[in-house]
């Protein structure tokens, strides 16, 4: 089994989550064509018959875990960080809404 690229994790992130190649395409803010296009190149991958054998491979390699992943909050961003991924874009404007509430807030504050 080859190494996963970044972008390929987030789709199989996505795909276990139970997204259609529409929600992954907008969740990730590409085309839904470049999704087909890192789907199959990740079925290739993880040597996966279809979508789900994908997850069912992913838990096997221990690339996908049991454990509750967030999504589109300050937390979801920190556990992305915490697992050295790039963080998805919902994640990413979440973080940046936090990280200006913060400022806002100290700001107010004096």
Known sequence: MSRLTDRQRDVLLL???????????????????????????????????????AVHCGYQAGIL???KRRHGDHAGFRQHESRGE???????AAE?????????RSRSAA
């Open 15 to 53: 795909i276990a989550e139970g997204c259609t190649n529409t929600e992954i395409a907008r969740r990730l803010g590409i085309s839904v064509r470049a999704v087909e296009t890192r789907t199959t190149r990740l079925l290739i991958a993880l040597d996966a018959r279809g979508r789900a054998n």
């Open 96 to 104: 940046t809404a936090y990280k200006r509430a913060i400022r806002h």
């Open 65 to 67: 875990t049991a454990e």
């Open 86 to 92: 790039r963080p998805c874009t919902d994640c990413r």
